[in-house]
């Protein structure tokens, strides 16, 4: 005979029959859950701090098993993402074992949020004295629990102290409640496929530096995968993708793009292959993904490479004005800061990603020297980062002369650089320039031969010595045409 409080429950929920006859819905299959990631630069999404974040990109598919009921019913899928895209989401059962009439997303929100995912499972509700109040399945979750037993009674539990799960398992999330007409009552196969956010990867690069003379280093990228989207992954294929596809809503997430053309070799690593006009990574094995964590997996396998370590004084940019710039005061001086760059030739497609770099001190261990970002960098390609602000190297530039002849056309300029080491052993420092008053230049004189001339930019390769200095000479002259200076 049904209590009391069943007697009153089913007062309260007389005008909500759809949700009486709910089925309890489904568990996992047992084939694994299918997740493509995409890139994302969102510092929120991998930071240390605990919550959801709404950020990353990701498309999930999973595979579930319904027990399904004879003609038209309601079904709960619970343990989803708390950030769905309700329009994409798609459920279908194949060899038509059933229809879906409709579908409404239940989001993991308010005071009963963490029970969401729990929406069409089997529970326990306990009172404050460890006392049973309900047993059966989770209808709802949010403005009460409403669990329907096994008799088909439900009751409304508006106050407990627990909540136990029959399973054993305690998921996380939002739920499904669809609507379906089943020609035949049991078990049914269901893919479920949707986009959410709180999910998303970039690359995480480690170089260590070798002792010796030549610029070597050990070379480590690994896959950094965030989850904190509300519910945690199991057993999950990962295929992690480099792409920018065209995001038309104004609230989607921001992804990034890259091709890539080479395969990787090693079975162990991720697999390299084409999605559309994008690159993919397919993880060999399932991988667990917890809510709220951050996982590494290898990218590639660990590497030596050849590197350069660059002391960089640079002046300027590649800016050039619409007519020649014949303002004095147009850049005259420079910082005084030297830069210390890493570069190297990339071995294979490199996704985009940060570079953390070390080295071994007197005693063999290692120390961080820098980190940097690298963008989308193709095989064969130069990729490159700043380390950071050189300690005993200085540089200082100052115009030594500066004239313009407005009837010749014509407009002459030298300058002088100089370097600086309070080190112990000599530098090699490289000096960049950028004659860019106007895109018709020459160098007339230097000190130093250019080690690289383009049609922007002048570098300089100049050594100084230990605790001691050197100095730059150059000069470039411009030209114009009456036409491009208007009088």
């Given at each position: 005979?049904?209590?009391?409080r ?23 299959s ?14 929120a999404?991998?930071?240390s701090?605990?919550g ?6 990701a ?18 899928i619970?343990?989803?993402?708390d ?24 989001l ?14 089997s ?9 049973s109040?309900a ?18 009674g ?29 020609p035949s ?6 893919v ?16 260590t ?20 989207s ?15 596809p065209?995001?038309a809503?104004?609230?989607?997430p ?9 395969k ?15 690159r ?24 030596t ?10 002046n ?27 570069q190297?030739q ?30 989308d ?23 030594t ?23 112990d ?6 000096v960049?320039e950028?004659?860019?008053?106007w ?13 690289s ?21 150059y ?9 491009q200076?208007?009088q």
């Amino acid at each position: 005979m049904p209590t009391t409080r069943q007697k009153t429950s089913a007062m309260l929920i007389a005008g909500i029959t759809a949700l009486a006859a709910m089925s309890g819905a489904g568990a996992t299959s047992s084939k694994a859950a299918e997740l493509t990631l995409y890139r994302s630069d969102d510092a929120a999404l991998f930071s240390s701090q605990g919550g959801a974040v709404d950020s990353g990109y990701a498309v999930a598919r999973e595979y579930r098993q319904l027990d399904l009921t004879a003609g038209v019913h309601d079904v709960v899928i619970g343990n989803l993402p708390d950030f769905l895209d309700p329009e994409a989401l798609s459920l279908s059962f194949p060899g038509d074992k059933a229809k879906v009439l409709s579908q409404r997303l239940l989001l993991a929100q308010g005071a009963n949020a963490s029970l969401t995912g729990l929406v069409g499972q089997s529970i326990e509700v306990l009172g404050s004295n460890g006392e049973s109040l309900a047993r059966g399945t989770l209808l709802r979750a949010n403005g009460g629990l409403l669990v329907r037993d096994q008799d088909g009674g439900t009751t409304l539990v508006s106050s407990h102290a627990a909540v136990r799960t029959r399973s054993g398992d305690f998921p996380t999330g939002s739920s499904l409640n669809l609507r379906v007409d089943a020609p035949s009552s049991g078990d049914a196969s269901a893919v479920l496929s949707y986009p959410t956010s709180g999910v998303g990867w970039r690359a995480a690069y480690v170089a260590t530096l070798q002792p010796g003379n030549a610029c070597r280093m050990q070379f480590e990228s690994r896959a950094s995968i965030a989850n904190r989207s509300g519910r945690d992954w199991h057993d999950t294929k990962l295929t992690l993708v480099a792409g920018e596809p065209n995001m038309a809503k104004p609230s989607a997430p921001r992804v990034q793009a890259m091709a890539f053309s080479a395969k990787a070799a090693d079975s162990a690593m991720p697999q390299q292959d084409s999605i559309g006009d994008y690159r993919s990574y397919s993880v060999p094995s399932t991988i667990d993904l917890p809510d709220g964590s951050v996982s590494l997996v290898p990218l590639y396998s660990t590497r030596t490479l050849d590197c350069t370590r660059t002391s960089l004084y640079e002046n300027g940019n590649n800016y050039v004005p619409d007519q020649p710039m014949l303002n004095p005061n147009f850049n005259p001086g420079g910082s005084n800061n030297i830069i210390s760059t890493l570069q190297w030739q990339a071995f294979d497609s490199l996704p985009a990603g940060y570079l953390r770099v070390l080295t071994a001190d007197r005693n063999g261990t290692p120390q961080f020297i820098g980190e940097g970002r690298i963008d989308d960098t193709p095989k064969g390609n130069k990729a490159s980062i700043t380390l950071g602000t050189a300690f005993d190297l200085r540089g200082e530039r100052t115009r030594t002369s500066f004239a313009v002849d407005k009837q010749g056309q014509t407009l002459n300029e030298a300058f002088r650089i100089e370097l600086s080491n309070a080190g112990d052993r000599a530098r090699v420092v490289t000096v960049r320039e950028y004659p860019n008053r106007w895109r018709e230049w020459k160098l007339v004189s230097s000190s130093s031969k250019p080690s690289s001339q383009t049609a922007d930019t002048l570098e300089f390769r100049v050594e100084v010595p230990a605790n001691g200095k050197a100095t730059l000479n150059y000069a470039v002259r411009y030209s114009w045409t009456a036409d491009q200076l208007p009088q």
